[in-house]
């Protein structure tokens, strides 16, 4: 069974810091695309930020400069580091991996983490 599991999520004054983290475990014979999403109350789910196999990265223009995405793949885990928060980043934080799982004729599928809460105080 494929898990990903997010921590680090939190309450924090504007201009602080977090970093979250994302551990995928199962029966995984390839990671494509990792990324992270979020979605915020009344709005549609949102990439913030994404990192090819190959370490290509990717960020949404509102966190360009003060988000960074990272991955370890010896551990399976990406990280999303938060630097100079704002109220307007608070939101459910989700992470998404693209995996191929069971058979390596298999298709690679897109797999969610059940998200975790960041909240940002002005």
């Known amino acids: 069974q494929v898990q990903l599991v997010e921590s680090g999520g939190g309450l924090v004054q504007a201009g602080g810091s977090l970093k979250l983290s994302c551990v995928v475990s199962?029966?995984?014979?390839?990671?494509?695309?990792m990324g992270w999403y979020r979605q915020a109350p009344g709005k549609q789910r949102e990439l913030v930020a994404n990192?090819?196999?190959?370490?290509?990265?990717n960020y949404v223009d509102s966190v360009k400069g003060r988000f960074t995405i990272s991955k370890d793949y010896a551990l399976n885990t990406m990280y999303l580091r938060m630097n100079s928060l704002k109220p307007e980043d608070t939101a459910a934080y989700y992470c998404?991996?693209?995996?191929?799982?069971?058979?390596?004729?298999?298709?690679?599928?897109?797999?969610w983490g059940q998200g975790i809460q960041v909240a940002v105080a002005s």
């Open positions: 199962g029966r995984i014979l390839s990671i494509s695309t």
């Open positions: 990192i090819t196999s190959g370490g290509r990265t």
């Open positions: 998404n991996a693209q995996l191929r799982v069971g058979d390596w004729a298999a298709p690679l599928h897109d797999y």
